[in-house]
């Protein structure tokens, strides 16, 4: 089974200023996607980001971008520019390509990101 | 712009008692799953449905039911809750034609069982 890891519970940062979160995961699989979701205090998750694993590119989207390193198992995402709005648990998901039609997402734990004004 | 609409938002039980959460989707989507989400532990996967009709077993299936009768609808049933599923559920819905699609989410159900 595929586990996602993020060891790091909170972090914090400056408004303005770029912060990344870590996510590193397991899979013996080479095809998959990988994703970002941002859970505000409203409890909605929001897809943030998603990367397909047979792309080399690094996915962005506006001031959120990723540092997919395959061959590492890792997944950080980069927020630049910080904004109050920014603040929310973040969570890294994977979804394997062979479940395809199943869409099976596993969670990490999360990281609690503070935007400090 | 309804999306994924759970009910009730929020219940309190007893030790035994019975309920039912709804989940309704109006996105026409094949493919329905419920969460819950306790601290620390991220999102795990109770119970999911491929179509109408069908459910199948996730990482956390013991102590749940679910059914699937229409498409735009999943239901997850605690037949004798227990404290140990005080938790926030999450219900999600996917279209399956999509590769890496996205997943929608309701806004969550928080369950206390006292």
């Known amino acids: 089974a595929q586990t996602v890891t993020q060891s790091q519970p909170e972090m914090s940062v400056q408004e303005a200023e770029t912060v990344t979160l870590s996510c590193t995961y397991d899979?013996?699989?080479?095809?998959?996607?990988l994703f970002w979701y941002k859970q505000p205090p409203s409890r909605q998750m929001i897809l943030v980001i998603r990367?397909?694993?047979?792309?080399?590119q690094n996915a962005t989207e506006n001031r959120f971008s990723v540092n997919f390193q395959k061959a590492a198992k890792s997944f950080s995402l980069k927020i630049s520019d910080s904004q109050l709005g920014d603040a929310a648990m973040y969570f890294c998901?994977?979804?394997?390509?062979?479940?395809?039609?199943?869409?099976?997402?596993?969670f990490g734990t999360g990281t609690r990101l503070t935007i400090i004004p | 712009n309804a999306g994924v609409t759970q009910t009730p938002k929020f219940r309190v039980l007893k030790t035994g008692q019975s309920m039912t959460l709804l989940c309704a989707q109006d996105?026409?989507?094949?493919?329905m799953y419920w969460y819950r989400q306790d601290p620390g532990m991220g999102l795990r996967l109770i119970h999911y449905?491929?179509?109408?009709?069908?459910?199948a077993k996730g990482e956390v299936p013991d102590g749940y039911n679910v059914s699937r009768l229409k498409k735009q609808n999943f239901l997850l049933g605690l037949e004798s809750a227990a404290p140990s599923q005080t938790s926030v559920y999450f219900c999600?819905?996917?279209?399956?034609?999509?590769?890496?699609?996205?997943?929608?989410f309701g806004e969550g159900s928080r369950l206390t069982v006292l």
């Open positions: 999600a819905s996917t279209s399956g034609t999509l590769i890496g699609g996205e997943l929608f």
């Open positions: 899979t013996s699989e080479s095809d998959y996607y």
């Open positions: 990367q397909e694993a047979y792309k080399q």
């Open positions: 998901a994977y979804r394997s390509s062979s479940n395809f039609g199943n869409e099976k997402l596993t």
């Open positions: 996105m026409n989507h094949e493919y």
């Open positions: 449905s491929v179509g109408e009709g069908t459910t």
